[in-house]
């Protein structure tokens, strides 16, 4: 499946971006998707993830509370709603996409084979 993420920008700390996440297939309501961040210098990190049918998340720690990950299969789109944004949440933003994920896995960056190009988010202080 191929990915089209977009949506990012520069705001101000305690603002607020939604991404979204385009996916090229139909079949999109079969793949678990995921969203990763990366800051310069730094590894990719795991920030949300959503399953098949958009009824189970999970959330790195450090935007729990602040960051809603979701689906639209009729759009074939993901989004990230982000809220109350800080300067540690700059970063390219990347959505990825997997056939078949197990739990104790969904964070790992190797769990996904199918990745789009990255928006980048920049959050001043």
């Known amino acids: 499946v191929q990915l089209q993420a977009s949506g990012g920008g520069l705001v101000q700390a305690g603002g607020s971006l939604r991404l979204s996440c385009a996916a090229s297939?139909?079949?999109?309501?079969?793949?678990?998707m995921a969203w990763f961040r990366q800051a310069p210098g730094m590894e990719r990190d795991f920030i949300a993830a959503?399953?098949?049918?958009?009824?189970?998340?999970a959330y790195a720690d450090s935007v729990k509370g602040r960051f809603t990950i979701s689906r639209d299969s009729a759009k074939n789109t993901m989004y990230l709603q982000m809220n109350n944004l800080r300067p540690e949440d700059t970063a390219v933003y990347y959505c990825?996409?997997?056939?078949?994920?197990?739990?104790?896995?969904?964070?790992?960056?190797?769990?996904?084979?199918?990745w789009g190009q990255g928006t980048q988010v920049t959050i001043s202080s």
């Open positions: 959503i399953n098949l049918s958009g009824g189970s998340t």
């Open positions: 990825a996409a997997s056939s078949s994920v197990i739990r104790s896995n969904l964070a790992s960056h190797t769990a996904y084979g199918s």
């Open positions: 297939q139909r079949s999109f309501s079969r793949f678990y």
